[in-house]
């Protein structure tokens, strides 16, 4: 079974600050999903990595199959990046996604 | 916009009842997959078509099917509803068989059992 744990629970940052945010999981895998929940419930997929790293706009992953842990980076941080922020990584050999519990961030202007 | 597609928005039932929930893909995307999301256990897979076929279940309840159609739009039944299945359900679509993929997700359908 693979569990999968995110780090911190809850994250609050002030507008322009650069933001972490960690994932671990047990098992090996052969990629990791970041997805992003808005306040209103929409789930949007931000990365699927396997390796190295992946930049989009001012959000960065990066991912180390070895030590099993992913990382979310955010720079420049905007009270529009508010919400929370989701790893999920396949298990069983399969497409099915095991979630982290989740990141709420909140970004103060 | 995702391009997944669901309908309801919302559902507002009673204890139970029987509701269907559906979620049309991405167009060319043959996987469907159907997740529920509630405050107590997050978000949990539920279980995968793909071209009309089951491929994954995951912690799906006997009181809940699914199915996916030769148009490869996708229904999940929900039936004998109690309180805690009050979630969001989200279908999530993908376009490749047999590696792991970006899954793009529906805006949900928000389930309130009464």
């Known amino acids: 079974k693979n569990e999968v744990e995110q780090s911190p629970q809850n994250l609050t940052a002030q507008e322009g600050e650069f933001i972490t945010i960690n994932c671990s999981y047990s098992?090996?895998?052969?990629?990791l999903h970041w997805l992003q929940q808005h306040p209103g419930g929409g789930i949007v997929s931000l990365f699927m990595l396997s390796s190295g790293k992946k930049k989009h706009g001012r959000l960065i992953a990066t991912i180390n199959i070895q030590e099993k842990h992913s990382s979310l980076h955010i720079t420049a941080s905007h009270p529009r990046d508010s919400a929370v922020y989701i790893c999920a990584v396949p298990t069983g050999g399969s497409e099915k996604l095991v979630f982290g519990k989740g990141t709420k961030l909140t970004v103060n202007p | 916009d995702s391009g997944v597609t669901q309908t309801p928005k919302h559902l507002i039932t009673a204890t139970g009842q029987r509701v269907t929930l559906r979620c049309s893909p991405r167009s060319g995307d043959l996987s469907v997959y159907w997740y529920q999301q509630s405050l107590d256990q997050g978000l949990q897979f539920l279980i995968q078509y793909y071209n009309g076929e089951e491929r994954a279940k995951g912690n799906i309840l006997e009181r809940f099917s699914a199915q996916q159609f030769p148009d490869l739009h996708s229904e999940l039944n929900l039936s004998s509803l109690e309180l805690g299945d009050s979630a969001l359900y989200f279908c999530a679509s993908s376009g490749k068989r047999r590696s792991y993929n970006e899954q793009f997700f529906g805006p949900g359908t928000r389930l309130t059992v009464l």
């Open positions: 098992v090996g895998i052969s990629a």
